[in-house]
């Protein structure tokens, strides 16, 4: 296309439309998760000691460093790819229900009520930057995973209600691996329940934001005090113990407030394709008009 000015003519390129190196894909999206699951099953033996997950500064280094950052830049590499970087992070239509905001506020609240619990003199201050950095890994692997990648995966595919409903339940079957690692039937269970409880948390906090930034530091958050209390707190210090349990009780309420709010961000922004289906099967004007028996209107010129 040429554009004259004067004497002089420029041509300008016609617009083209960018698209992702690799389309979306509900397969894609599970790809990672089917992997890290397959990996996890086949590194987890019989004799491991779960409970012991995160007490020393080896345990951190060998449970949480090194396999949760090979796993991050594993699943970046997969990501780069891709192309996926802008659908996996970043939501362009965020949330606008602000009463939603309070359950992530919440539990960014039960997180901070938990640091004055920690015996900070229990531990080097080695194992609390290592701890940090390795609950920083699990943040961004287990968030990019579940409500980056497989979001878009599934919205290939599904509503948003039944993208949040999957990327939950999922999230949650995921911590039911620790079996494998040694924990408790009894105890995965109650894990397993939370952690798709807390899903919900954090798929509002990248709904709310627009970004994949605030659960990954939502969820760093809440592992480092949970751990961090439990590898400094003896069982019987109840003076640490008793208000932990408390907090955790109080944090089972704002998830379960989570649930709601996720549910009802979700539901609506499926309204737009709910009406437009209702909508389709109204007759138009002139139907009803010749079902009356009334004269056909003119239509317009």
């Given at each position: 296309m040429r554009q004259w000015y004067g004497r002089r003519a420029t041509t300008t390129a016609p617009v083209r439309r960018r698209r992702w190196p690799v389309p979306p894909s509900i397969v894609l999206g599970l790809l990672p998760l089917v992997a890290f699951a397959a990996v996890s099953a086949w590194r987890s033996r019989p004799s491991d000691d779960y409970s012991t997950l995160g007490q020393t500064v080896e345990s951190v280094v060998g449970a949480l460093v090194l396999p949760e950052g090979i796993a991050v830049l594993v699943l970046c590499a997969y990501v780069t790819a891709l192309g996926w970087w802008p659908i996996a992070t970043v939501d362009r239509r965020r949330a606008t229900l602000r009463w939603t905001l309070t359950a992530p506020a919440l539990i960014a609240a039960v997180c901070l009520a938990r640091l004055p619990l920690v015996d900070w003199g229990a531990q080097p201050?080695?194992?609390?930057?290592?701890?940090?950095?390795?609950?920083?890994?699990?943040?961004?692997?287990?968030?990019?995973?579940?409500?980056?990648?497989?979001?878009?995966?599934?919205?290939?595919?599904?509503?948003?209600?039944?993208?949040?409903?999957?990327?939950?339940?999922?999230?949650?079957?995921?911590?039911?691996?620790?079996?494998?690692?040694?924990?408790?039937?009894?105890?995965?269970?109650?894990?397993?329940?939370?952690?798709?409880?807390?899903?919900?948390?954090?798929?509002?906090?990248?709904?709310?934001?627009?970004?994949?930034?605030?659960?990954?530091?939502?969820?760093?958050?809440?592992?480092?005090?949970?751990?961090?209390?439990?590898?400094?707190?003896?069982?019987?210090?109840?003076?640490?113990?008793?208000?932990?349990?408390?907090?955790?009780?109080?944090?089972?309420?704002?998830?379960?407030?989570?649930?709601?709010?996720?549910?009802?961000?979700?539901?609506?922004?499926?309204?737009?394709?709910?009406?437009?289906?209702?909508?389709?099967?109204?007759?138009?004007?002139?139907?009803?008009?010749?079902?009356?028996?009334?004269p056909r209107l003119p239509s317009a010129v």
């Open positions: 201050v080695q194992y609390f930057v290592l701890l940090a950095v390795g609950v920083l890994f699990v943040g961004v692997f287990e968030e990019l995973l579940t409500r980056g990648v497989l979001v878009v995966g599934l919205r290939r595919r599904l509503p948003e209600f039944g993208v949040w409903i999957a990327s939950c339940v999922l999230f949650g079957l995921l911590h039911f691996l620790n079996v494998l690692a040694g924990a408790g039937v009894g105890v995965t269970v109650v894990q397993v329940v939370f952690a798709a409880s807390f899903g919900s948390t954090l798929y509002l906090a990248r709904r709310l934001t627009g970004n994949l930034l605030a659960p990954v530091l939502l969820h760093a958050f809440w592992d480092f005090g949970s751990i961090a209390v439990t590898a400094t707190v003896g069982t019987g210090d109840l003076s640490r113990m008793v208000p932990a349990g408390l907090i955790g009780l109080f944090a089972f309420a704002v998830l379960a407030l989570g649930i709601v709010a996720g549910g009802v961000v979700a539901w609506r922004d499926d309204r737009a394709r709910r009406l437009g289906r209702r909508w389709r099967t109204v007759p138009s004007m002139e139907a009803l008009a010749v079902q009356a028996g009334e």
